[in-house]
């Protein structure tokens, strides 16, 4: 049975370039996951054996500072790739925030197909560009942010990456802990938690269940993530 004939989010993956034919090729060499939050993919270091593609959840990647800080550099959800490398290691840990479902591919055998199918080649090549991108913006986010302006992007970022895969941008869904965020926006834990409060002091945002997060004044939200 072919696990990628009924895929529902495979418009969003490396997959939505090939014809039937070739997505029946790729099915061949996959191995589908389920893993529960908290779960290391791989760790930094590692043997760069394997990518995969995150099918539904959250996944975040981090590297450890050599005085035991982490830097959290992403959140991966839904149609995200990870595992590209151009060494023979992996650069970074990846690590579920919620349980996740992925497909994982070997990569020598991935590395063979993607010789046979260009089409998937040029596919990896444009996620890898968004990959760039998404990482010149956090540092963006990490250089002369203030705390509160930093807090608002990461949650107008949240609001339009769900948009953009066809979810409801608000509420927002923010899976991830407050030491998660503080350690992608180099912030402490407690700034993080500090900042959440007063924006919903101030009526910006509403703290809602299941880890949502109500922006009720986008204009504010947008002002304050400019810093004005």
């Known amino acids: 049975m072919n696990p990628c004939g009924a895929c529902p989010v495979r418009s969003l993956t490396v997959c939505a370039a090939l014809d039937p034919e070739e997505v029946r090729r790729l099915a061949e060499i996959l191995q589908t996951m389920r893993v529960d939050a908290g779960h290391t993919l791989f760790s930094e270091g590692d043997t760069a054996d394997a990518l995969y593609n995150v099918t539904s959840g959250t996944v975040k990647l981090y590297k450890l500072l050599p005085d035991g800080r982490r830097q959290i550099t992403g959140f991966l959800v839904t149609g995200d790739f990870l595992g590209l490398s151009v060494n023979e290691s992996y650069a970074y840990t990846a690590e579920s925030v919620t349980s996740a479902s992925l497909c994982r ?24 560009s968004n990959e760039l991108a998404a990482a010149q913006d956090q540092m963006l986010l990490l250089g002369r942010k203030t705390a509160k302006e930093k807090i608002c992007s990461f949650l107008l970022m949240l609001s339009q990456r769900a948009a953009r895969r066809g979810h409801k941008e608000n509420p927002v869904f923010v899976p991830m802990s407050r030491a998660d965020i503080a350690d992608y926006l180099g912030l402490t834990t407690e700034t993080v938690s500090r900042t959440f409060t007063q924006l919903k002091t101030v009526g910006v945002i509403s703290l809602q269940e299941g880890n949502k997060v109500l922006i009720a004044d986008l204009d504010a939200m947008y002002d304050l993530a400019e810093g004005s």
């Not at 010789?115 to 990896?124: G, T, Y």
């Open 105 to 128: 591919f070997p990569r020598k055998k991935i590395d063979v197909l993607m010789d046979e199918f260009p089409k998937m080649q040029r596919r990896l090549f444009s996620m890898a």
